[in-house]
């Protein structure tokens, strides 16, 4: 079936190191939206791409979309302890069908 | 403008039970999705709503079901509990299709 992947599954970083994780879709997805959960709380909305190519900044972060929209990645730069959480991306394909990644969780080390 | 709210915060059952879960989306919102989150993993899509409609189902056994009613919240039933079910229930809403969904704090399910 459909699916996304999403890796890595766990990042420790050193505070001011950089955090990257990657979506690749087993399918063409019409757009993909990128989610952030804090530890014990619920995942709040950060970003929806949606065209082939796209890339759009918040801040420290870095989103992208792939020119065959199969792939996505977020990137942060120079990571604070307000980043920590699990950060998942979610893709929707053509039949209207939202795929979800297993998401990746961002530890900074101590 | 308030949020997606879900009730009760935290359900304790017993197996075989059922359990009932409910959510109220974002005023304007007409879709509902339902999603299971076991603790440290990720969301395993249940059920999306939309219009009161079943739209889409995820990969569950009939035991998980639900409605939507007319003023769109939304009900999860889980029938004949089982010890694999305890987890963080969310719901989520949107303004239907493939919009932003707003997440709700979730029910968390034990299961004695």
């Known amino acids: 079936g459909q699916q996304v992947m999403q890796i890595p599954q766990y990042q420790h970083v050193q505070e001011g190191e950089d955090f990257t994780t990657y979506c690749n879709s087993s399918?063409?997805?019409?757009?993909i939206q990128w989610y952030k959960q804090r530890p014990g709380g619920h995942p709040v909305f950060l970003i929806q791409?949606?065209?082939s190519g796209e890339v759009k900044k918040q801040k420290r972060l870095t989103f992208q979309f792939g020119e065959a929209k199969k792939n996505s990645s977020l990137h942060i730069t120079a990571t604070q302890t307000t980043d920590v959480g699990t950060y998942f991306c979610?893709?929707?394909?053509?039949?209207?069908?939202?795929?979800w990644g297993a998401g990746t969780k961002l530890i900074i080390k101590p | 403008e308030a949020g997606v709210t879900q009730s009760p915060t935290h359900l304790i059952k017993t197996r075989g039970q059922q359990a009932t879960l409910r959510c109220s989306p974002i005023?304007?919102?007409?879709?509902v999705y339902w999603y299971q989150q076991a603790l440290g993993l990720g969301l395993q899509f249940l059920l999306w709503?939309?219009?009161?409609?079943?739209?889409n189902r995820g990969n569950f056994p009939p035991r998980f079901s639900g409605r939507q009613f007319p003023n769109y919240s939304s009900e999860l039933n889980v029938n004949a509990l089982e010890l694999e079910d305890p987890a963080l229930y969310l719901c989520?809403?949107?303004?239907?299709?493939?919009?932003?969904?707003?997440f709700g704090p979730g029910t968390r399910l034990t299961v004695l």
């Open positions: 005023s304007g919102h007409t879709s």
């Open positions: 989520a809403s949107s303004e239907g299709g493939a919009n932003t969904q707003y």
């Open positions: 399918t063409t997805l019409s757009n």
């Open positions: 979610a893709g929707w394909a053509s039949n209207y069908q939202l795929i």
């Open positions: 791409l949606v065209k």
């Open positions: 709503y939309d219009e009161g409609e079943e739209r």
